[in-house]
């Protein structure tokens, strides 16, 4: 069902792009760009928190464009991206009989994502699609799954079997080791794209996913303390933070072929 | 004598009838074929090996002169291999015959310029403007002026100039204010002219040429802001059997002329003209003058030259929209070639300026020497005050029955004459849009009245007192003395003005309109034009055009020398090339006329240049959008030519300022030359350097508006 929804997506896209009138000049006659783009998130902040052992979060992507007016150009793409959440959040194991000396579980658990965007480039005044500086704008559907071994990420608990009598033990269930999300988003943004030897596109600028960054906000100003999970819910509840975290901001440089 | 022209290569025009304005012709010099870049090179290996300290100054200059000078011949403006000239060449192959080493370095070219100068370059070019050769007074004047030009470049005065101000610049560091620097420059050329003078004189003293003429050269110069001669501008000019002009619109008499020879020069580049004639003279001094003559190459034909010149410079003044100055120039010529029908044409395209600029229907824009307007009647010296004054107090009303009545009677003179035809007929639109009543023309003869018998005295007094057969315009100026006319009020004097013409001439009496002010509106009509704007995307596309030599500049503010010129040359070929492949990607036929481009052979394509580019410069010279482009006829045989009516201009300009900071212009506009309209514009603006991918999308992006669109 998946795969269907994504062909019609890009049957809808191409439609879009041939329904252009043909008299749209392009850069030297070429409309179309395809490539991969380089995105960066700054990560100092989850470095600096525990989460991330690494400043920035990098995300690859694929995509194709093509002017359908003389300032606009309609643009589809793939980005993925994957890297590990280290816990430092608590979880709150709520159990009669449970005590917990350190709330923060062992070990780590993966991220995978694939966001899917469709995008419109609209091209600053003397500039026209696909070169120059413009304004990018589209929607996106931000999907990703979450894996962890139970092996290793565990939370440390301490069980009394008497008034008097406590033995050390671990919650290992966080829910299904694998766990898929997905969720709808809006982005902004601004580049230039340059080209060299009337054929390369170097396209560099930004993006913000409008509900991802607001909602990194949020959860910034509210602090962790705000969150109380459980250990059913604390997978879906850090994931999601740091999904918006990754995808809130991001700079990227672009390269692609002109045709 | 008609087989010794043929064999000289002087076919000369009959200027009793007619006037071809001048044109090059022949093969187009090495400076058109040549690659600047090498030549450059050249020039400033030969500089490093002489190893003097200032070798990086003088590299500088010889890049921007090389530059100059070809910017100056492929500009359209410069004659090469016309009548004029060949004179001009003629003159220097008898002033160095002795000396043909010399010879073989100098280019000599005419600049179609209405400035009354000369000037030299350090390699050999010397260009001397139409003006200048109107003025001359004898064939030995022109001599000696291209002597002194030459001495400039035997003396190497441009470049060490150069060095010198450099030098003087860099005394700001040790408190020399910006005007004691001005004065220490201008201070350096007065030497290096005074030289020139000195040095040109000894040059021109090895000739047979009359060692007076150079001490009345200076004469020449000094009175060089006046008409080429002086003539008293009569009142009857304009006059007919039923048509006298009151004597209220002509002065009692016209100014005297202002001594100005020993102005002070603190400021200038050249001694004043008191101290040159003086140095001069001193030379000249008590040595023997006798065998010497005016003119070697002969009288007749140094003033056939110099009528060709005064006629070229007609079409000048009309270039530059100064009709006044045309106007009497023309009436000068009119005297000695009265039938003909350039001259006729002249005239009666500057009445109908004149009388468009007194219905505030002509303005000129912010960058012409005109933008104030005429010139005052007041600020005028001598004889042509009187047509000034004639111009200022004349009510448009009248001038424009005054233009009328003498254009439709040259028209029935030359009847085949498609201009005085079109003139003619846009003064009849005029006086349709004009308030007056059918009482103000009479259409038949009024009955003949008791002649008038006027007082002996007041004959005698209104009579203009002229200068008998003075030889030349500064004697004339010399002996001249102040004429009394007497003042004649009277009104409605143009009632019968076009009786005659009511009686006798059909095609008149069925043109000139029944009453004034029509709401239609019909103007000259060989460049036609639309008074609305038409919506341009429901008319044709733009197949084929004209591409005029695209222009690109890059400007360097931190660097000494700002202009960038070896770098501008090569992004402008560049420029070229991309252009080309835009347009065979578009298939979009385009024909490039690009001086920088041409073959040898190629001379009609520098003339079509010259005759495009003169159409813009009078279009140009104006803030209006429709202005009535006169001076250039030849455009409709341009546009048969290429077969297409559109041209384009185009080109980037990029700066970097003082600061660092980068700015690029595009700019491209199409025209419409049969129509008269700008159809398409476009002027952008970047932050940003001049790279290739800015040039290349804006190129295309103009020439497919061009194909597909054309959007103003």
């Known amino acids: ?259 | 004598m008609f087989l010794l022209l043929a064999l000289s290569g002087f076919s000369q025009q009959d200027l009793k009838k007619e006037y071809e304005p001048l044109k090059s012709k022949g093969e187009l010099p090495a400076v058109f074929t040549q690659n600047i870049r090498n030549v450059i090179r050249e020039d400033i290996s030969e500089i490093n090996k002489k190893r003097e300290s200032d070798r990086n100054l003088r590299s500088t200059f010889v890049t921007a002169s090389n530059y100059q000078i070809e910017r100056i011949i492929r500009s359209g403006n410069t004659l090469i291999n016309d009548e004029v000239t060949q004179y001009l060449n003629k003159i220097a192959d008898v002033i160095l015959k002795d000396n043909p080493g010399l010879r073989k370095q100098l280019n000599i070219f005419t600049l179609k310029s209405q400035v009354v100068n000369a000037y030299s370059f350090d390699k050999g070019y010397i260009f001397i403007d139409i003006g200048l050769i109107a003025q001359a007074e004898t064939e030995a004047q022109l001599a000696y002026i291209m002597c002194h030009e030459i001495s400039h470049y035997t003396k190497q005065h441009h470049i060490n100039s150069y060095v010198k101000n450099a030098e003087i610049d860099r005394r700001r560091y040790d408190g020399y204010s910006t005007e004691d620097r001005l004065i220490e420059k201008c201070q350096y050329s007065k030497e290096n002219e005074s030289e020139a003078d000195l040095e040109g004189f000894k040059m021109y003293e090895r000739s047979t040429y009359n060692l007076k003429q150079a001490e009345k050269a200076f004469d020449m110069l000094q009175y060089a802001h006046l008409p080429f001669e002086l003539i008293e501008f009569k009142k009857n000019f304009f006059e007919g059997p039923n048509y006298v002009l009151p004597q209220g619109y002509f002065l009692k008499e016209v100014s005297s002329i202002k001594d100005n020879s020993n102005e002070d020069d603190t400021k200038l580049t050249h001694p004043n003209t008191k101290k040159r004639k003086q140095a001069i003279s001193e030379m000249v001094g008590n040595r023997d003058n006798s065998g010497r003559v005016n003119s070697v190459l002969g009288q007749e034909k140094f003033e056939y030259i110099r009528d060709l010149s005064r006629l070229e410079l007609c079409r000048l003044y009309l270039k530059n929209r100064d009709y006044p100055n045309a106007l009497y120039a023309a009436y000068i010529l009119h005297q000695k070639f009265p039938d003909n029908e350039y001259i006729a044409e002249v005239i009666s395209k500057c009445l109908y300026a004149i009388t468009l600029y007194n219905r505030n229907e002509l303005t000129y824009s912010s960058d012409s020497y005109l933008e104030n307007g005429f010139q005052q009647y007041g600020d005028v010296e001598s004889y042509p005050q009187q047509l000034y004054h004639l111009i200022s107090k004349m009510p448009e009303f009248e001038w424009t029955i005054l233009s009328l009545n003498y254009v439709y009677r040259e028209h029935k003179k030359f009847p085949s004459n498609k201009t005085l035809n079109a003139l003619s007929d846009s003064l009849f639109s005029l006086m349709k849009r004009t308030k007056w009543d059918i009482e103000d023309f009479a259409r038949v003869p009024k009955k003949p009245q008791e002649p008038v018998v006027k007082d002996s005295a007041a004959v005698a007094d209104s009579l203009v007192k002229v200068v008998k057969e003075p030889s030349s315009k500064t004697d004339l100026i010399a002996s001249m003395q102040k004429e009394r006319v007497v003042r004649n009020d009277d009104t409605a004097y143009y009632k019968e003005v076009f009786v005659d013409l009511f009686m006798n001439d059909a095609e008149f009496k069925d043109k000139f309109p029944s009453s004034g002010l029509s709401e239609k509106d019909q103007h000259y009509k060989i460049y036609d034009y639309k008074s609305r704007r038409r919506r341009l995307d429901a008319q044709a596309k733009v197949q084929k055009a004209v591409l005029l030599e695209p222009f690109y500049i890059k400007v360097d503010e931190t660097k000494r020398e700002e202009i960038q010129y070896v770098t501008s040359d090569e992004r402008q070929e560049d420029l070229n090339k991309t252009i080309s492949t835009c347009a065979q990607k578009l298939e979009f036929e385009l024909i490039t006329i690009d001086p920088g481009l041409l073959t040898a052979g190629e001379v009609d394509k520098i003339n079509d240049y010259s005759v495009i580019n003169d159409w813009f410069e009078e279009k140009f010279d104006t803030d209006k959008e429709k202005v009535k482009i006169l001076n250039t006829d030849d455009i409709g045989e341009v546009v048969k030519k290429y077969g297409t009516p559109y041209v384009i201009r185009t080109g980037v300009a990029t700066v970097i300022t003082r600061t660092g900071a980068k700015r690029t212009y595009f700019y491209a506009l199409l025209f419409d030359l049969a129509k008269n309209e700008l159809v398409y514009k476009r002027y952008e603006y970047f932050k940003t350097k001049d790279r290739q991918d800015l040039v290349n999308a804006k190129v295309y992006e103009m020439l497919h508006d061009l194909k597909f669109s054309r959007k103003r």
Not at chain 1, 155 to 177: H, K, M, N, Q, R
Not at chain 1, 189 to 206: E, L, T
Request: charged share 20%; aromatic share 18%.
């Open chain 1, 1 to 259: 069902m998946r795969k269907k929804k994504r062909i019609y997506g890009l049957l809808f896209f191409l439609v879009l792009c041939f329904a252009a009138p043909a008299q749209v000049p392009g850069y030297m006659g070429k409309r179309a760009v395809a490539g991969y783009g380089f995105y960066a998130h700054p990560a100092f902040g989850s470095m600096v928190n525990g989460y991330s052992k690494s400043p920035f979060h990098t995300q690859h992507e694929f995509f194709i464009e093509y002017a359908v007016a003389k300032g606009v150009s309609l643009g589809a793409s793939a980005r993925l991206y994957r890297f590990v959440n280290i816990n430092v959040d608590e979880v709150f194991i709520q159990e009669p009989g449970v005590y917990q000396s350190d709330r923060r579980p062992e070990g780590t658990y993966t991220i995978k994502g694939r966001n899917y965007q469709f995008y419109a480039k609209f091209f600053k005044d003397s500039y026209l699609a696909p070169w120059g500086k413009y304004f990018v704008t589209g929607i996106t559907i931000n999907q990703y799954k979450t894996q962890y071994d139970p092996d290793e990420m565990r939370a440390a608990v301490s069980i009394y079997l008497t008034p008097s009598l406590v033995a050390p033990t671990y919650v290992e269930d966080f829910g299904p080791t694998t766990q898929y999300y997905s969720r709808p988003d809006f982005f902004f943004g601004a580049g230039n794209a340059r080209i060299i030897a009337n054929k390369i596109v170097i396209d560099y600028g930004y993006i913000i996913n409008a509900y991802a960054l607001t909602r990194g906000v949020i959860n910034f100003v509210e602090g962790s303390s705000s969150f109380n999970m459980t250990n059913e819910d604390y997978i879906r509840i850090t994931s999601d933070k740091r999904v918006n975290a990754v995808n809130g901001f991001n700079l990227y440089l672009k390269v692609g072929y002109l045709f």
